[in-house]
Structure formats: structure tokens, C-alpha cells
């Protein structure tokens, strides 16, 4: 294992990996949607998952 801390250990960390994915899938269909942004911000600020993030969307698809 690696002493070095990982990205998904702080918001900084969460906030650039979202970035990265939202800038990633821009003009694409892959592109978030409103209620996956809601989800993403709510994991940046460390208050899912994202294990918990990935259970809301699955359950959202079942819906």
C-alpha cells in the first residue's frame, strides 16, 4: 500500500477528480445530468460516498 495520501480523502482532492470528469464528458452523452451534479456536489463536499453516490444512481434507474 502507498503512504500517500489519496485524492478521495479531502474535498480539494474530491472537487478535482469531479472536475476532471465533468471537463472529461463535456459535449458528450456521457455529460452529468442535473440530478448526478446534485450528487457529485454532495460527494465533493464528503457528505456521500461514492459508493453511496453509485447506489443513488442505480436507484434511480430502477425507479
Not at 482532492?13 to 472536475?19: D, F
Not at 463535456?26 to 451534479?37: D, I, Q
Not at 457528505?47 to 442505480?58: A, C
Request: net charge negative; proline share 5%; no cysteine.
Amino acid at each position: 500500500m502507498s503512504d500517500q495520501p489519496s485524492l478521495l480523502d479531502s474535498e480539494q482532492g474530491r472537487r478535482y477528480l469531479v472536475t476532471v470528469a465533468i471537463n472529461l464528458t463535456h459535449n458528450t452523452p456521457l455529460a452529468p445530468t442535473a440530478f448526478e451534479h446534485e450528487l457529485l456536489a454532495q460527494f465533493v463536499k464528503g457528505d456521500l460516498t461514492i459508493e453511496q453516490v453509485e447506489i443513488r444512481l442505480e436507484a434511480s434507474r430502477d425507479a
